[in-house]
């Protein structure tokens, strides 16, 4: 479910059954197309939405007062390396200025810890528990694995998951499914993401979610992806399974409403 309360599958890995997403949720040509740069694509993001939301006035209705592309004023204190930022990013040098004034009002210390993480998933899923999620999230976004996230890898992660290539966006999703960072994605650790996604989305996902759902949506998956059936899926085995299945591909426009 977006913020916006409308409904969407939640699962990185669409229908198991290969079932298309219903309509109006994917383009009618069935492939997989980069967003396009805009304001609309950037505030789909819960992450992009928490951070800017504090830095833009609202009229009486609650909306954003302006209709330019994240053109803020220029923030007064900008993070270090700003150009480095920009080129190893696809976000503009105004993007960056935004997401960093927003960042600095929501967390002065210049980083976010896992309990300001999870507050943010608990008010844009409410209608769900968005803990797990949110705990295995920040992992992924949390390179150095020292308990916080900095800017510079929470815009760099950002980048890779609203315009980064199809690749990009595999090997970053790999990696969140790879709960335990050995290199490679057992069953269960592929279960336990499922399970955290569908929790989150409560009662609102779509197709309306069983109690066995996620099981059952992670076996077809797993199977499909542990060529050599030896218990594991690599990143050669994920992102070559991915690449080749139609219903992965949509999926991935949809596994921004997630993040």
């Known amino acids: 479910m977006q913020a916006d309360g409308k409904v969407v599958d939640g699962s990185l890995l669409g229908d198991a059954n290969g079932v298309e997403p219903a309509p109006g949720r994917v383009k009618d040509s069935g492939k997989w197309q980069k967003p396009r740069f805009s304001r609309k694509a950037l505030m789909k993001c819960c992450l992009v939405k928490w951070i800017i939301s504090s830095t833009q006035p609202q009229d009486k209705e609650g909306a954003y007062s302006s209709d330019s592309d994240l053109e803020l004023s220029t923030v007064r204190h900008q993070p270090e390396g700003l150009d480095q930022l920009q080129a190893q990013t696809k976000f503009t040098r105004k993007e960056l200025q935004s997401l960093y004034r927003g960042f600095k009002n929501e967390c002065p210390s210049g980083m976010v810890d896992e309990e300001t993480f999870k ?22 976004f949390d390179i150095d694995r020292n308990g916080s996230i900095r800017f510079e890898d ?64 992670v076996d077809k998956f797993f199977q499909k992806m542990d060529k050599n059936r030896d218990g594991v899926v690599t990143i050669e085995e994920f992102i070559e399974t991915c690449q080749k299945d139609e219903n992965i591909m949509n999926s991935m426009q949809l596994f921004e409403n997630v993040i």
């Open 154 to 217: 929470f815009v760099i992660g950002l980048s890779v998951l609203l315009r980064g290539s199809v690749t990009e966006k595999l090997n970053w999703a790999f990696n969140l499914y790879d709960i335990n960072k050995d290199g490679c994605i057992t069953k269960d650790e592929m279960l336990a993401i499922m399970t955290s996604i569908y929790d989150m989305m409560g009662r609102y996902t779509y197709p309306c979610v069983r109690d066995e759902a996620p099981s059952e949506h």
């Open 119 to 140: 507050t943010i998933y608990s008010q844009f899923f409410p209608q769900g528990d968005a803990t797990t999620y949110a705990h295995f999230l920040f992992n992924a």
